[in-house]
C-alpha cells in the first residue's frame, strides 16, 4: 500500500495572510511542516500543493517535492485531489501546512486504520480530541464532532454538540483536528461532488463526505498540538520551538 503525504499550502489565508511564510526558529512555518512530515518517516512520498510561486520556491529552494495548483480551490482536499489525480497512490494523508508539530504516534494510528480494513469499507479517517473547556466548546472556529459507538463520524459542526439540554447526562466533547487520511477514490470522489447546503452553511468540508454517503472513521487522541490561525497562534509556537 502506498502512503503519501499532501500539505495543502495556500498564501493568502483569511485570517492570518501569509502565516505560512512567517518564521518560526530560523524558517518560514510551511518548511517547518514539511521537515516534520518528512521526518515522521511514514510517507513513501511528502508533497507540498500550493497556488503560490513563493511557497513552491522555498519547498523546492530545501530540496523539497512541490506542485502548483492549475486552478482555484474551495478548500484543501479539491486542492490535493487535482494533484494525486495521476499519481499512483492507495492512501493520501492531508497534513495541515499551519501545524508543524505533527504528532507522529496519531498519524501511525490514522494510517493504521486502512491497515485493518480488509473489506475497504472506510473512505477516510480523521483525528479527534476530547475538550472538557465550554469557551471552546462553544467557539465556532473550533469544530467539533460527534460519533457512533464504532467511532464513525454523525456529524461536524461549529455548534456544542450534543447540545446540553439536559445538564444531569455527561456528554464527551470532540474537537476535530483537520488531518485527513483518504482513500485516493475518496479524495476524486469529493473534487466531483458539488457542494451540498450542509457543507455551505457550517463551512467544513468533512460534511460533503457524510452528506454523500462516506464512511469516515475518527480517531481519538490526547494530543491538541498548536495549529497557526492567528499571530497569538505564531507567538506560542516560537515559544513552544525555543
Do not use: C
Amino acid at each position: 500500500m502506498k502512503i503519501i503525504s499532501m500539505i495543502p499550502a495556500r498564501y493568502k489565508a483569511s485570517r492570518f495572510p501569509a502565516k505560512l511564510m512567517q518564521d518560526l526558529g530560523g524558517k518560514p512555518v510551511i518548511v517547518r511542516t514539511y521537515e516534520a512530515a518528512t521526518a515522521t518517516g511514514l510517507f513513501d512520498e511528502v508533497f507540498v500543493v500550493t497556488d503560490s510561486d513563493i511557497i513552491f520556491d522555498v519547498i523546492t529552494g530545501i530540496g523539497g517535492k512541490a506542485i502548483m495548483s492549475k486552478e482555484e480551490h474551495e478548500s484543501g482536499s479539491d486542492r490535493i485531489a487535482e494533484a494525486v489525480l495521476d499519481l499512483d497512490v492507495d492512501i493520501v494523508i492531508n497534513v495541515q501546512g499551519d501545524e508543524p508539530f505533527i504528532d507522529s504516534e496519531s498519524l501511525t494510528r490514522v494510517i493504521q486504520v486502512f491497515h485493518e480494513d480488509d473489506n475497504k469499507e472506510i473512505d477516510l479517517a480523521s483525528l479527534m480530541t476530547p475538550i472538557t473547556d465550554w469557551n471552546e466548546i462553544s467557539n465556532p472556529n473550533t469544530v467539533k464532532v460527534i460519533v457512533d459507538k464504532n467511532k464513525f463520524a454523525l456529524y461536524f459542526s461549529r455548534s456544542p454538540i450534543p447540545y446540553p439540554r439536559d445538564e444531569s447526562f455527561e456528554a464527551v466533547y470532540y474537537k476535530h483536528k483537520g488531518i485527513y487520511a483518504f482513500r485516493k477514490r475518496a479524495l476524486l470522489d469529493f473534487q466531483r461532488l458539488p457542494m451540498m447546503p450542509l457543507e455551505a452553511k457550517e463551512k467544513i468540508e468533512a460534511i460533503r463526505f457524510l452528506e454523500y454517503g462516506k464512511k469516515i472513521k475518527m480517531v481519538e487522541t490526547h494530543v491538541t498540538g498548536i495549529e497557526i490561525d492567528t499571530p497569538e497562534d505564531l507567538d506560542r509556537a516560537r515559544k513552544v520551538w525555543k
